[in-house]
């Protein structure tokens, strides 16, 4: 699976989460097209191109003493097929739709098996992956070595990513938004170029 810039051409995020199309008149304004076939949370694509979901907001939800935690309503179909739940830096968890994943590995694969930095990381981010389907509640067991290394118990707070979801211990993540929301409040200088 390859993934190429021209799917973002003719698009925008639209109501929280999902795409829509966009015509352009001859100024080069766009207004969402009348046929918004890409919604449901997905970004729209080239033919051969697969959709990756936005995932947007943040989200309270609770662990119950299985290790189950309730995905937002709004995550739930994107989700629905299977996901893959894994080890994600800043010891959260990182939560892939499977074809994001699988997108994610064929790059990994790509890497020099020579490169131990490479390795290291491949290691770590796939030993701790775990293949999940939710239940019909929407619901989706966390394994117990994910949630130890998160520090999960049962206050958790779900991120919405962009093409991932993420899954933090509550307190975890306050202390992070208070740690990094100044910074991001004074940021002077593109950290992502030509975006912003």
Request: proline fraction near 8%.
């Amino acid at each position: 699976m390859e993934y190429s810039g021209a799917q973002w051409g003719s698009s925008a995020l639209g109501e929280v989460g999902r795409w829509v199309d966009v015509e352009q008149d001859a100024t080069g304004a766009g207004s969402p097209a009348a046929d918004a076939s890409t919604g449901g949370g997905a970004a729209p694509s080239a033919p051969g191109v697969p959709v990756v979901p936005a995932f947007l907001g943040t989200h309270q939800p609770r662990m119950d003493d299985k290790g189950r935690l309730f995905l937002p309503a709004k995550f739930r179909e994107p989700l629905s097929g299977g996901l893959v739940i894994t080890r994600g830096q800043e010891r959260c968890l990182y939560v892939f739709p499977e074809a994001e994943f699988g997108r994610l590995y064929t790059l990994m694969r790509q890497a020099p098996v020579t490169s131990k930095a490479a390795r290291d990381y491949q290691r770590l981010f796939l030993s701790g992956a775990s293949s999940e389907t939710p239940d019909k509640q929407g619901r989706v067991t966390v394994p117990p070595p994910l949630r130890e290394y998160a520090g999960l118990h049962k206050e958790c707070v779900v991120i919405g990513a962009g093409a991932r979801v993420e899954v933090w211990d509550a307190q975890a993540w306050e202390t992070y938004l208070a740690d990094q929301e100044g910074a991001f409040a004074e940021l002077s200088e593109e950290v992502l170029p030509g975006l912003i």
